[in-house]
């Protein structure tokens, strides 16, 4: 999501409906791993589930659902609840805390062209990316 839209549009509110999807995530031993201004992810089954209001990331999720990529997280499942409100599945990620290149954002954006993702709407910040445990790859998991 591009800053100027984080900006106008705001932070994470108070939402009903956000609290009962982490209530019923921790209800089936989720852990709680990390959160943003959109969102909060938890551990669960092996996999990071990440529970979001942001209406641009879930159209992301639902684009890059099933597709093996060279940048961006394998997104397992996507449950839209509401406009503004989804539930993504993903790969769980290793912390990076290298420097994102100039060759990565160029491939990323590429790739997100290719695949029907506006670049303008990818929101680059560092703590967006992070590393395929496995194969040690850097992937952006804030779709």
Same mark, same amino acid.
């Given at each position: 999501?591009?800053?100027?839209? &984080?900006?106008?549009?705001?932070?994470?509110?108070?939402?009903?409906? +956000?609290?009962?999807? &982490?209530?019923?995530?921790?209800?089936?031993?989720?852990?709680?791993?990390?959160?943003?201004?959109?969102?909060?992810?938890?551990?669960?089954?092996?996999?990071?589930?990440?529970?979001?209001?942001?209406?641009?990331? &879930?159209? @992301?999720?639902?684009?890059?659902?099933?597709?093996?990529?060279?940048?961006?997280? +394998?997104?397992?499942?996507?449950?839209?609840?509401?406009? %503004?409100? !989804?539930?993504?599945?993903?790969?769980?990620? !290793?912390?990076? %805390?290298?420097?994102?290149?100039?060759? +990565?954002?160029?491939?990323?954006?590429?790739?997100?062209?290719?695949?029907?993702?506006?670049?303008?709407?990818?929101?680059?910040?560092?703590?967006? +990316?992070?590393? @395929?445990?496995?194969?040690?790859?850097?992937?952006?998991?804030?779709?």
């Amino acid at each position: 999501m591009k800053l100027s839209k &984080i900006i106008l549009e705001g932070p994470l509110e108070y939402d009903p409906g +956000f609290s009962r999807e &982490i209530d019923k995530i921790q209800d089936q031993g989720g852990k709680y791993i990390g959160s943003g201004d959109y969102g909060s992810v938890y551990l669960l089954n092996g996999k990071a589930v990440k529970v979001t209001t942001d209406e641009v990331e &879930i159209e @992301h999720a639902e684009i890059l659902k099933g597709k093996k990529t060279n940048n961006f997280v +394998f997104i397992y499942d996507v449950k839209k609840l509401d406009t %503004k409100l !989804g539930i993504i599945t993903m790969e769980v990620m !290793g912390e990076y %805390k290298g420097e994102i290149t100039n060759e +990565f954002i160029d491939a990323l954006e590429k790739e997100s062209s290719n695949l029907g993702i506006d670049p303008d709407e990818l929101d680059l910040r560092p703590d967006n +990316f992070m590393v @395929h445990p496995k194969s040690g790859k850097l992937k952006m998991t804030d779709v």
